[in-house]
């Protein structure tokens, strides 16, 4: 049971992580990985709309969507409670920490367009996930987003200082960069049987 | 009379890159002299061949960087990359897979990041990692198989074609050891794979002594004060604390002594892993970013498809490099505590 | 004899560290020389860390060898002496040794080669002194830190010293190169035993470290020997292996106790001082010899260097100085250095003094020192953090300071760095790391001084906000005050409770001061009535203030206190006002005591102004209860519930019209009887005392006022309609006022035979007072012309009024003198618009009339005007209407007087209409000029001008036809 979760868990978090092996939520990745303390801010935000909106989603589908017969609603209404969760998320932000929140800027309310999310949700629904199955992919794909956001903006601060040829500095680097990340993380696949 | 006008320091020591450079590669000939004896000449032919890409390479874009060339090749760096790739790469690999590396090394990996320096990645794991994702057919059907009584090696001339010609080398070239442990250990025993003649009476036949190569080669480096001791113990460290933990049972899982002598773990352990560009700063980082690069190495040849998943690991540690260098500031003289992360 | 007790402890190893080729066997083979006396030395006055020395002596002074010549300023600084006997040749700006090249103030002495020494008292045991006997000693010998950075040595040593345990003796040397220590400890180590011994009194340490490296073994074995030689027993040399930089004091203080020095700390936080043994050996010089520091012991080093070796220097010589004496090799030296290879710097100026620390002078070959590569880029190889003695990672910070992140490089401890030069040795990139450090150091400095001056600025800015803001806070604070009380003074007017006693007591105060101004002159008449009027007063004053009193007691209880003090005063005035009537009953109804003649002139004025406050105060009253009124209506209609509120407003208001009608009404009769009290008086008097100044006085004033009265009407009958009452009623009264007294006037006149004179007397009096206002204005506008140009319109205008009345005043004097009789009351020189005044000529008479007559159609236009849309105004003007008839009819009357009189009447009066005609025609044809105009570019102004035209059209035609008449 445990070693099934646990399984899961490696699994969305190295295996088939968001951002480098199913190329989701790449905005907020490239937009708010300058500075490594945005980025550790923006790894929370994401974690807990992430986790939020997963068990939510679930729960719209499962005893909502389905016992009216209403499956074909569910991207909507998945559209929808993420939104919810994310106006919910900015205005706790904005409450506790202002700064975080100036510093953040647009990308707190780009989470409702985070593919991820979405993303999420859905997958959730075509895996027929439990409901702790539903939460541990939620937290866990928001673990993983969180774990290569991170990584990568302490990277990416040392790439903007390197004497990179001017045609590549900024963002360009930044893609390359990524690309060879999602190289790298290619060694996971296949470590978890699907 | 007009005199030089310096300030302090006035003396500088006698060291120098492309010293250092130097004493890398020769750390990696006695290796280089066990791979040919035991596989064939594919090695020599390789290094040659990438070391002659590597340099062409790097004349081409500092060119287009409008640097000055001749500072840049002295420093020997592209050579040692040249040379580290050449040594991890099947000896019978097709020569445009070892061109492409090459290409993708020096001129992706090292020079649009900034150069000497300035290069986030290893280049020669990049190159590999990109080998084997791309091709991997080539990457893995080209091994050669040891020197025995029974197995012997291709000649010159023949290497030379089965490399540039891509002939057929069917007989000369086989699995290597951790594959054949892996794709077996599930229903055999330690005992009844070691039977197969790859393995020699050892441990596995003519990679010991490679091995053994590498690591005189990494003990020299050490001495030299090229490299420090941080690295390399922490690497094989934690992949001995993985495979104790998890492969005490040989007949269950890969032995520790095949992880160790077997494969490019000393390669990885004394020479990749060492690449000071792409590593952490600090010695504690070293300690933390070796034992990362361990760990992963056991974890990608026990439970991961690729039998030998080097590259990847030590990619996912560069990747953590600078975030570990974060968290891994040391002490200064008058401190109390050391100044730990991204805040005063 | 003490032993040797530095087998046991242990020392700890320096981290990092590197091992340059030492080069000392050059320089130390041979024993200390001494140096050269130069021609000339220079002595900066600023060789110490710390305030620049002042200078006591002057230029051709001649000095002795140990003279002090430069005087310390303040605690952190040093003396300056003179290091041979000799002459103060200048005090000027000279090159001096120091990375940076700059001139400084030195001493210039031409020494006399005798080399005298000044007095000295030296001593044979220094216990006999005591603690600040012996730093005084060390302070007056001008001591510093020898080992480099030149710390006066006597502010090491602390008055409190309970907390120093271990005295460290710096005799590293780790610098190659440089061995002047090594041999100063070899030739003299008695001495620097002894110095030791003398710090160790000051200081009492537990323990005393000569920290030592171990490639001088026989400085060691002379040390050794030495300290068995002493006294006391607890100073150990302690040797350990050659590293640089161990001599660092940071470093140094790690090594030999494991103790490291706070970040930004010092030493003696940890219980420890450190001493160069250079300095110690000076400290023993000084105490013992009385030697003030006026010498060093220097190395001469480096291949081109000449005769190497140790040479004791005067402080002061100058470098090319000693290279001559050593004879140095100019061709091939590459640079001079002073200092060591790692941390000295090249000289650029051989001119230049060496002084108290510089220890080392190095001449290297071309291809002596190694030469720099360009540097390659960092490869992080983390050879530089190896041997960082300071435990930094020199690759991250040369990383920042390449890009100018000095926030990063802070946060890694850059401000530790010791610029040892450690890393830069080992780089193999051979990047000039330290250069790098430097570079970002000075930035973050720069940095930081900014930012502290911003931050002034803003604490500047912030208080003065909130100066601001507390005055505005203080002002708004006034302003409530104000309302509140404001507030409150209408709440009691609407309520009935009485206003603040002091409010109505400034009010009374205010009043009487103008009227005090407004009566200059008055007549000293005195009548019972007012008398007994002013009694009434102060008697219902004090009843209602002691109404008042019981009022607030129970609404307003912080009033009370106020109220008392007024009814104290009502009483007081109440008492006087009884005395003074019962006097004057006393003395009779009809004789007149001139009692002040300021309350009689007020008493009677007060009359006339409190009818006008109080019509004014009915005329509200009554508004207020007709809008009350109206409110309670709409109330009943819309908001039932404010009704009974609005009832007892109503009844309040209409009480309180009611009272204000009846003190009208009071005061108007008693006005009145005041008048006629007044006239009364006058008439009674006029036999008796009546004077003509004071009654033709009393006269020009009533006139004033029943003209003033007059306007008032005028302008309340326009838009004060509730107001016409009482002011037709003042109007009257004045008038009646007016006329009476030119009654009286005229009979004084004609009883007086010296009335003439008297109205002369007067007329002149007033021209006199014309003269001066006008003078007056006259100046004020010359001098608002010349200071205040804004100033001038106004007084321009001041000046044409003043103008007018000195004229009127001037005409009527000539008209006294003139026309005795007639011209009697017609005196009042105020209002000269309103007035008909004595002309005789046609030529004045003839405009007077036409100006009449004009007003008189405009006044008929007005009232057609006003019976259509203003009813309430109809009466006024038809009475203007009929006054301007009137005033034409009479002036007709005149002129044909006039014209009947003079005989040239007809030309004169044809002259000026003809001149009427033709300004007529004038401004008819510039309006036509302008309406063509307008036609052409501005025709939006056509009607206006159309209108314009007509009216002057008219005009002209009037005047034809006057014309026309009178021909």
């Known amino acids: 049971m445990v070693a099934e979760y646990l399984t899961l868990l490696v699994s969305i978090i190295l295996v088939n992580n968001f951002v480098l092996v199913q190329f989701l939520g790449l905005c907020p990745f490239m937009g708010v990985s300058n500075k490594l303390e945005t980025a550790i801010g923006m790894g929370l935000a994401t974690t807990f709309v992430l986790t939020l909106s997963s068990v939510l989603a679930y729960l719209v589908y499962n005893w909502l969507l389905v016992p009216l017969g209403l499956e074909f609603l569910q991207t909507i209404s998945f559209i929808l409670v993420i939104a919810v969760v994310v106006q919910f998320t900015e205005m706790v932000v904005k409450k506790t920490s202002p700064l975080l929140y100036r510093v953040l800027g647009i990308f707190l309310p780009l989470i409702t367009t985070n593919c991820a999310v979405l993303g999420v949700a859905l997958l959730n629904v075509k895996n027929n996930h439990s409901f702790i199955q539903s939460f541990l992919y939620g937290f866990g794909g928001a673990i993983g987003f969180s774990l290569v956001l991170i990584l990568f903006s302490a990277m990416r601060e040392r790439i903007n200082q390197a004497d990179v040829p001017k045609p590549f500095k900024g963002s360009a680097i930044g893609m390359i960069t990524a690309g060879i990340m999602a190289l790298a993380f290619l060694g996971f696949s296949g470590l978890v049987p699907a | 009379m007009a005199f030089v006008n310096i300030t302090s320091p006035h003396v500088v020591g006698h060291n120098s890159v492309t010293l250092m450079m130097g004493k890398v590669c020769l750390a990696l000939v006695p290796a280089l002299v066990a791979l040919t004896y035991f596989f064939g000449w594919g090695y020599v032919i390789n290094a040659v061949l990438a070391v002659s890409a590597a340099v062409f390479f790097e004349v081409i874009i500092t060119l287009l960087r409008k640097r000055p060339i001749l500072f840049a090749i002295k420093d020997l760096s592209a050579v040692t990359t040249a040379l580290l790739l050449a040594l991890a790469v099947p000896p019978f690999l097709p020569w445009w897979a070892t061109i492409i590396g090459i290409f993708f090394a020096i001129v992706f990996i090292k020079h649009l990041f900034g150069g000497l320096g300035h290069n986030p990645f290893n280049p020669a794991m990049a190159a590999y990692a990109l080998l084997l994702i791309s091709f991997p057919l080539q990457m893995t059907t080209t091994w050669s198989i040891a020197l025995t009584e029974t197995q012997s090696l291709l000649s010159f001339g023949d290497t030379l074609t089965a490399i540039f010609k891509s002939s057929n080398i069917d007989s000369y070239t086989g699995a290597t050891v951790l594959d054949v442990y892996k794709h077996n250990v599930a229903a055999l025993t330690q005992n009844e794979i070691t039977q197969n003649p790859i393995f020699g009476s050892f441990v596995a036949n003519g990679w010991e002594w490679v091995s053994l190569m590498y690591l005189l080669g990494g003990v020299f480096l050490i001495w030299q004060k090229v490299i420090t001791w941080h690295t390399p113990v922490s690497v094989l460290g934690g992949l001995l604390i993985m495979s104790v933990l998890f492969s005490y049972d040989a007949d269950t899982s890969t032995s520790i002594s095949l992880h160790f002598l077997a494969g490019s773990t000393m390669l990885g352990a004394f020479f990749i892993a060492t690449d000071p560009v792409s590593s952490a700063t600090s010695n504690l980082g070293k300690l933390y970013y070796g034992v990362g690069i361990g760990v992963l190495i056991y974890v990608f040849r026990t439970w991961g498809p690729n039998p030998d998943g080097f590259a990847f690991a030590v990619l996912l540690m560069n990747f953590c490099a600078p975030f570990i260098d974060h968290y891994t500031r040391p002490r200064t003289y008058g401190q109390d505590k050391a100044t730990r992360g991204y805040k005063a | 004899m003490s032993e040797l007790n530095n087998t046991n402890q242990q020392f700890y190893a320096l981290p990092g560290g590197v091992h340059p080729p030492e080069n000392k066997a050059q320089s130390n083979q041979q024993p200390i020389q001494a140096g050269p006396i130069p021609d000339e030395l220079v002595l900066p006055l600023s060789q110490h860390i710390g305030a620049p020395s002042k200078v006591i002596v002057e230029i051709g002074q001649k000095v002795l060898k140990g003279e002090l010549i430069a005087r310390n300023d303040g605690f952190i600084s040093a003396n300056i002496h003179a290091p041979t006997s000799g002459t103060i040749s200048a005090i000027e700006q000279r090159p001096i040794v120091h990375p940076s090249s700059m001139d400084a103030m030195c001493i210039i002495i031409e020494p006399d080669h005798y080399d005298t020494w000044t007095n000295r008292s030296p001593i044979l045991d220094f216990k006999t002194l005591t603690n600040a006997q012996l730093v005084e000693k060390i302070q007056q010998a001008g001591i510093i830190g020898m080992g480099g950075a030149g710390f006066p040595t006597h502010v090491k040593y602390p008055t409190k010293t309970d907390n120093i345990d271990t005295l460290i003796i710096n005799a590293t040397e780790c610098e190659p190169y440089i061995t002047a220590d090594d041999r100063l400890m070899r030739e003299r180590a008695d001495g620097i035993i002894k110095g030791i011994e003398i710090c160790q009194q000051i200081l009492s340490p537990k323990q005393v470290f000569i920290g030592i490296e171990d490639n001088k073994p026989e400085a060691v074995k002379a040390l050794e020997a030495a300290v068995l030689k002493s006294e006391s027993n607890n100073i150990s040399v302690r040797v350990f292996p050659t590293k640089y930089p161990s001599g660092g004091e940071k470093q140094l203080v790690y090594i030999l106790t494991g103790k490291e020095v706070p970040k930004g700390g010092l030493p003696s936080q940890v219980g420890i001082v450190c001493q160069n043994i250079g300095t110690i050996y000076a400290i023993y010089d000084a105490v013992m010899n009385d030697n003030a520091l006026i010498s060093r012991v220097t190395t001469v080093t480096g291949d081109a260097g000449g005769e190497l070796g140790n040479y004791e220097i005067l402080i002061g010589t100058p470098i090319n100085a000693l290279l001559s004496h050593v004879k140095w090799n100019e061709k091939s030296a590459q640079r001079v250095i002073i200092g060591g290879p790692m941390m000295g710097f090249t000289a650029q100026n051989l001119s230049a003094p060496l002084v108290k620390n510089a220890n080392c002078l190095l001449v290297p070959k071309k291809k002596e020192l190694a030469k720099q590569n360009p540097a390659n880029p960092c490869i992080r190889c983390g050879q530089c953090e190896q041997v960082c003695p300071a435990g930094l990672l020199p690759q991250q910070l040369h990383w920042y300071a390449k890009n100018d992140d000095f926030e990063k490089a802070k946060l890694a401890n850059l401000a530790d760095c010791i610029e040892c030069g450690a890393c830069s040795f080992v780089c193999p990139s051979q990047i000039p790391l330290v250069q790098f450090y430097r570079y970002a150091k000075g930035k973050i400095r720069e940095e930081d001084r900014a930012h502290a001056e911003a931050e002034r600025a803003k604490a500047r800015f912030e208080a003065r906000q909130a100066r601001l803001d507390i005055v505005a806070a203080e002002k708004a604070e006034k302003r409530k005050i104000r309302a509140e009380k404001a507030a409150r003074s209408a709440k009691a007017k ?162 309180k019209a009611i009272d204000t009608q009846a003190q009208l009404k009071a005061f108007t009769s008693k006005a009145n009887s005041n008048t006629k009290a007044s006239e009364q008086v006058v008439n009674q008097k006029e036999v008796e005392q009546v004077d003509v100044e004071q009654l033709q006085n009393a006269y020009d004033l009533a006139k004033q006022k029943h003209e003033k009265a007059l306007v008032r009407l005028d302008n309340a009958k326009q838009d004060k309609p509730h107001l016409v009452d009482g002011l037709e009623k003042n109007v009257s009264a004045f008038l009646k006022k007016s006329e009476e007294l030119k009654k009286h006037l005229d009979q004084a006149v004609a009883n007086d035979p010296q009335a003439l004179e008297k109205q002369k007397n007067v007329a002149k009096q007033k021209l006199e007072k014309a003269t001066k206002k006008l003078e007056n204005i006259l100046q004020k506008l010359e001098d608002a012309k010349a200071n205040k140009p804004d100033l001038v319109p106004a007084f321009e205008k001041t000046v044409i009024l003043m103008q007018t009345q000195f004229e009127k005043a001037k005409a009527a004097v000539t008209a006294l003198e003139n026309s005795p009789i007639t011209v009697q009351s017609e005196l009042n020189l105020s209002q000269p618009e309103m007035i008909v005044e004595v002309l005789e000529t046609v030529e004045e008479l003839q405009p007077q009339y036409d100006q009449a007559l004009q007003k008189y159609e405009k006044a008929l236009v007005r009232l057609d005007n006003a019976k259509q849309d203003k009813p309430h105004l109809v009466d006024g003007l038809e009475k203007n209407v009929s006054a301007f008839l009137k005033k034409s009819e009479d002036l007709k009357i005149k002129l044909d007087q006039a014209l009947s009189n003079d005989p040239q009447a007809k030309q004169k009066q044809r002259v000026i209409l003809e001149a009427n005609a033709q300004k007529a025609q004038k401004k008819l044809d510039v309006m036509l000029s302008k309406l063509e105009d307008a036609k052409a570019n501005n025709p939006d102004l056509i009607p206006a001008f159309e209108k314009s035209v007509k009216t002057l059209q008219t005009k002209l035609d009037k005047a034809n036809a006057q014309l026309k008449e009178e021909a």
């Not at chain 3, 008449?525 to 129970?554: C, G, M, P, W």
């Not at chain 3, 005395?579 to 003395?587: C, G, L, P, Q, V």
């Not at chain 3, 005329?619 to 908001?639: F, G, I, V, Y």
Request: with cysteine; aromatic share 2%; charged share 30%.
């Open chain 3, 494 to 655: 609407k309520t009935g409770t009485v206003p603040d006693a002091d409010l109505i007591a400034k009010a009374r105060a205010k009043i009487e001061a103008g009227k005090a101004a407004n009566s200059s002159i008055v007549a000293p008449i005195i009548d019972l009535v007012s008398l007994e009027q002013t009694l009434e007063k102060a008697k219902t004053k004090v009843i209602t203030t002691k109404k008042r009193i019981e009022d607030s007691k129970v609404s307003a209880p912080e009033m009370i206190d106020a109220l008392e003090i007024a009814l104290g005063k009502f009483v007081d005035n109440a008492n006087k006002a009884q005395i003074t009537f019962d006097e004057a009953k006393k003395a009779g109804t009809n004789t007149a005591q001139i009692v002040d003649p300021k309350t009689t002139a007020i008493t009677n004025a007060d009359n006339f102004e409190c009818i006008e406050s109080l019509t004014a105060k009915a005329n509200k009253a009554q508004d207020k209860l007709e809008k009350a009124k109206q409110r309670l209506a709409d109330a009943k209609e819309n908001t039932p519930e404010k009704v009974e509120m609005l009832t007892t407003s109503l009844e309040k208001f209409s009480q």
